[in-house]
Each structure stands twice: as structure tokens, then as C-alpha cells.
T-cell receptor, first 115, second 112 residues
């Protein structure tokens, strides 16, 4: 079974709709991240969380919100989706900073299309 | 701020050719450097990493050496295979936040 899972894998929605993307991990990691991938731009960090009570904005957090429901679950919400949020979204996890545990492990991605 | 620049693709090679994908970085302090690979339809996987100057990361025949003097971390492989076709991302992690900063990715296409 995959260590980092994302649901849904694909989603098509309309402008103005609320969308939630979910991420679960079985690696026992404290740290979780949400990225979006756009052609020619690489991956950009949306939000990250170091533990259940710690949520931080990344470089492109506008229009997004997150919820860390448990150590293993980190959800990303688009309150009112717009077409330029069409992208591939990745969740990632890592242990605490330092040594081998700082490697980030990625989920398979969610392809979101906003019409 | 910190940034990563990698060569644009696509890079198209024949099987068994030598591969180099250039990556340079700008960062304060001493970042850790990474290469991630994304196979078609999949998420990113760590390919190799180096945490200090002159370290060489290696995995699956790929190598990259952390060159502080040239702020580079070029990815190399002596003989590529069709199965190496993927998008390769160079990334750095600096400071205590463990945030990764990615380059834009380089698509590698290996033809039989």
C-alpha cells in the first residue's frame, strides 16, 4: 500500500464551487505539505504543517485553506475555485528536520480542472 | 531569496547515451540539494541527495556532486535507458523549515 495517498485523483469542477483535496499518510511523519505543479513552473508550496497545531502559509496560499485533522491527515480546500487554480496538486510528508528524516515523500497527485 | 535554475528541456537522447542535466542554485547558508524524478502519471520520488559541499549523491546509476564553488548540482548518468524517461527536478532545502524549493523540471525522453 502507498505510504502517501491523495483523494480524489482527478476532479473537474466549475468556477465558484468549493473543493476539498485530501491527503493521508502512514509514514508516521509530523510534517506535511501541499504543492501545486504547473507546466514550466515546477512545484510551488501552498501550505505546510509541522504538527497538528502548526499551520504555515507557503509562497502561493491565496485562495486556499488547509486543515490538519490528525497527524496523518492534511486537507487542502479551495473555497471558491477559479480557472487559474487548474493544476496538479501534490501532498508530501517528512520527518523532523535533519538527517535522513528530512526527505519529503510525495503522494501520486490530484489533477484538478476548474471550468 | 533562495532559488534553483535547471536547464530547460526536453532533452532527447538515444539509449546508452551520456546524460547531463545542469542545475545551479542561489541560497544563503548551506542548503541540502536534491534530485527528484517524476515518471509519467506518478508523483515525485527522491532520486538522490547531498547535504554538504563535495558530497556525491548516487542512485540507480545517476550521480550528482554538490559543488559549492560553482553553486551547482548537475545530474549525470553514463548510459541512459528508455525506462529513465521522466521529468527530473532539482531542489534545495535551506534553513530549519524543511521547505523545498524546486527548479522548473527537465523532461528527458530516451529513444530506443
Amino acid at each position: 500500500d502507498a505510504d502517501v495517498t491523495q483523494t480524489p485523483r482527478n476532479r473537474i469542477t466549475k468556477t465558484g464551487k468549493r473543493i476539498m483535496l485530501e491527503c493521508s499518510q502512514t509514514k508516521g511523519h509530523d510534517r506535511m505539505y501541499w504543492y501545486r505543479q504547473d507546466p514550466g513552473l515546477g512545484l510551488r508550496l501552498i501550505y505546510y504543517s509541522f504538527d497538528v497545531k502548526d499551520i504555515n502559509k507557503g509562497e502561493i496560499s491565496d485562495g486556499y485553506s488547509v486543515s490538519r485533522q490528525a497527524q496523518a491527515k492534511f486537507s487542502l480546500s479551495l473555497e471558491s475555485a477559479i480557472p487559474n487554480q487548474t493544476a496538479l496538486y501534490f501532498c508530501a510528508t517528512s520527518g523532523s528536520s535533519g538527517g535522513a528524516s528530512d526527505t519529503q515523500y510525495f503522494g501520486p497527485g490530484t489533477r484538478l480542472t476548474v471550468l | 531569496g533562495d532559488s534553483v535554475t535547471q536547464m530547460e528541456g526536453p532533452v532527447t537522447l538515444s539509449e546508452e547515451a551520456f546524460l547531463t542535466i545542469n542545475c545551479t542554485y542561489t541560497a544563503t547558508g548551506y542548503p541540502s540539494l536534491f534530485w527528484y524524478v517524476q515518471y509519467p502519471g506518478e508523483g515525485l520520488q527522491l532520486l538522490l541527495k547531498a547535504t554538504k559541499a563535495d558530497d556525491k549523491g548516487s542512485n540507480k546509476g545517476f550521480e550528482a556532486t554538490y559543488r559549492k564553488e560553482t553553486t551547482s548540482f548537475h545530474l549525470e548518468k553514463g548510459s541512459v535507458q528508455v525506462s529513465d524517461s521522466a521529468v527530473y527536478f532539482c531542489a534545495l532545502r535551506g534553513g530549519a523549515t524543511n521547505k523545498l524549493i524546486f527548479g522548473t523540471g527537465t523532461l528527458l525522453a530516451v529513444q530506443p
